[in-house]
């Protein structure tokens, strides 16, 4: 049962910009913790930006300033400015039935239990 539905992916040039959304009207915790994550080819996935039920936001060291996570009822968003060669990735939602004391970014996936079937973010310089 797909729960969480990520759109909004693409190609763009550097400096440019994309807006990703996730479906997450079907996910019972979408008010609890939600991240976006991102996997390039040959890499780990990593963890992007963190939202806790206080709706406190967290951003990797490498994306501050230029990608901004929001939500609203529903959908969770990711707005990506900036763009960079190194943000190729496919980006993955995805969420954990936890309220506060979300994982920082960094953390990696452990306890990430839901997830979208990602979108490709490809930026060309």
């Known amino acids: 049962q797909v729960q969480l539905v990520e759109s909004g992916g693409g190609s763009v040039q550097a400096g440019g910009s994309l807006r990703l959304s996730c479906d997450a009207s079907q996910y019972p915790y979408r008010r609890h913790c939600m991240g976006w994550f991102r996997q390039a080819p040959g890499k780990e996935r990593e963890g992007v930006a963190v939202v806790g039920g206080d709706d406190v936001t967290k951003y990797a060291d490498s994306v501050k300033g230029r990608f901004t996570l929001s939500r609203d009822n529903k959908n969770l968003y990711l707005q990506m400015n900036s763009l960079k060669s190194e943000d190729t990735a496919m980006y993955y939602c995805?969420?954990?039935?936890?309220?506060?004391?979300?994982?920082?970014?960094?953390?990696?996936?452990?306890?990430?239990?839901?997830w979208g079937q990602g979108t490709q973010v490809t930026v060309s310089s």
């Open positions: 995805a969420g954990m039935p936890l309220s506060w004391s979300c994982p920082q970014p960094g953390a990696g996936i452990r306890g990430w239990n839901s």
